[in-house]
């Protein structure tokens, strides 16, 4: 185990290209790169590796930097993570179109804010943003939620 709490394997490890430059842009997790193309390069090599039938990708999102400092309507135009999607769909749509790639299902994390096991409520990954000052804890779609409903024809 590598002691920094992240598990078995170090990711930050592989954070950086041959020439040392960074992958992509760090997420509010510092753990988290965005790195569309490596997404792409990972669902070719497991087809390959393993030739499963179908691939399912069952949670897939980042969370945006400074976020959680934001005014709410502020927050919920959330172009990093709509960037972030735009990118990590053409990857996969790439892979299964060169590639053949059985990509079936691909869930989104998350639907709306939520507990972060290690950052509590301070790392936002959800595509609602829910205002935890409010009583009734008021949710509203952000930007993302609204590329997203669209890409998948309902437009909101």
Do not use: C, Q
């Not at 290209?17 to 669902?43: M, R, T």
Request: no cysteine; aromatic share 14%; glycine share 8%.
């Amino acid at each position: 185990m590598s002691g920094d709490g992240l598990g078995l394997t170090n990711y930050l490890a592989h954070e950086k290209d041959a020439s040392g430059a960074l992958l992509g842009p760090v997420a509010e997790s510092s753990w988290l790169l965005v790195d569309p193309s490596g997404f792409g390069k990972l669902l070719v090599y497991l087809n390959k590796r393993y030739n499963p039938g179908e691939i399912a990708v069952t949670e897939n999102g980042v969370s945006a930097p400074g976020e959680d400092s934001k005014t709410p309507e502020e927050a919920v135009k959330d172009t990093f993570r709509v960037d972030f999607f735009k990118g990590y769909f053409a990857a996969a749509e790439k892979a299964v179109r060169e590639d053949n790639v059985p990509l079936k299902t691909y869930f989104v994390w998350s639907f709306m804010d939520n507990l972060e096991w290690a950052m509590g409520y301070k790392e936002r990954f959800g595509i609602t943003y829910v205002d935890y000052k409010s009583k009734d804890l008021t949710r509203t779609p952000k930007d993302s939620f609204k590329w997203l409903s669209r890409l998948y024809g309902n437009d909101v």
